[in-house]
């Protein structure tokens, strides 16, 4: 029975499992679910992950949810995965583990918060909120100056002096590619004084292309429709009129 991927690749942890697969050459079926149409809270989908976030996935008659542990689950159960994703050294493999550890509490909150409280904030229906965004860019600017000063500080191409990506590469390049929802002087505001990083962030989408491209294209198309929302706000409130804009994207960054 073929793999299935339940998935909605405005999700960062759900593009990083769907660029996984395509990359080793994984055999799925993407299950794509609308979480701006509340897809993912439905009773079926509970049945799959209790937790209604995405990804997750079912395997036969396993199922498993939480990005980092289907990365895991892929890379030992499917073969003809290169062993630099997820080494067999149990010294390589634990030092990977302390990443993926240190990822979810450190690096997701940051891209998530300034773009939801800046660009989407006016097609979200909501004032921008910069004292929100604020706390956005010094949290991320914490944990990407952790992330060159500390995962990057060797000589390596990728995450901590290896030559080749892991798992741990492919995770946190598909939360910071968030950013992407922001104008292009933003983003470049934000990842300009990390040098390390951005080359990092290049050699992972060239070590992953031409898939990492095509997973990301629905980034360019949210921000498109994002600043469409915007202009239209902006067209309305100069006119004295309200706004009834709706949520379409707010649960899904």
């Known amino acids: 029975m073929k793999l299935k991927i339940y ?7 759900a593009r990083a499992v769907l660029i996984f697969c395509k990359v080793n050459g994984i055999n799925y079926e993407e299950v794509r679910l609308d979480i701006a149409k509340r897809q993912h809270l439905t009773p079926e989908y509970a049945e799959i992950n209790p937790m209604k976030q995405l ?6 008659r396993f199922k498993l949810f939480e990005s980092h542990a289907i990365l895991i689950y892929l890379v030992c159960s499917f073969p003809g995965v290169a062993d630099h994703w997820y080494p067999a050294d149990v010294f390589e493999r634990s030092k990977i ?3 993926l550890d240190w990822h ?3 690096l997701r909150p940051g891209p998530v918060t300034i773009v939801r409280n800046t660009v989407l904030a006016p097609a979200l229906g909501q004032p921008f909120n910069p004292e929100a965004a604020a706390k956005g860019e010094k949290f991320l600017s914490a944990s990407l100056s952790k992330i060159e000063t500390v995962w990057l500080k060797d000589n390596g191409r990728f995450l901590l002096g290896r030559n080749q990506p892991s798992i741990a590469d492919l995770s946190l390049v598909c939360d910071i590619m968030q950013l992407e929802l922001l104008e292009d002087s933003d983003r ?5 004084p990390y040098e390390k990083v951005q080359q990092w962030i290049e050699n992972t989408r060239n070590a992953t ?14 921000k498109a429709k994002a600043k469409r929302q915007n202009q239209q706000l902006k067209g309305e409130n100069h006119g004295g009129g309200g706004s009834d804009m709706k949520k379409p994207l707010l649960s899904r960054i």
């Not at 998935?7 to 942890?13: E, H, I, L, T, V």
């Not at 990804?55 to 036969?60: E, H, S």
């Not at 470049?188 to 300009?192: A, I, N």
Request: glycine share 6%; aromatic share 2%; no cysteine.
């Open 55 to 60: 990804p997750a996935i079912v395997d036969g």
């Open 97 to 99: 583990h302390s990443v």
């Open 7 to 13: 998935a909605d690749r405005m999700s960062q942890p």
């Open 209 to 222: 292309n031409p898939h990492f491209d095509e997973v990301h294209k629905i980034l360019l198309k949210a």
């Open 104 to 106: 979810h509490s450190n």
């Open 188 to 192: 470049d505001r934000l990842l300009g």
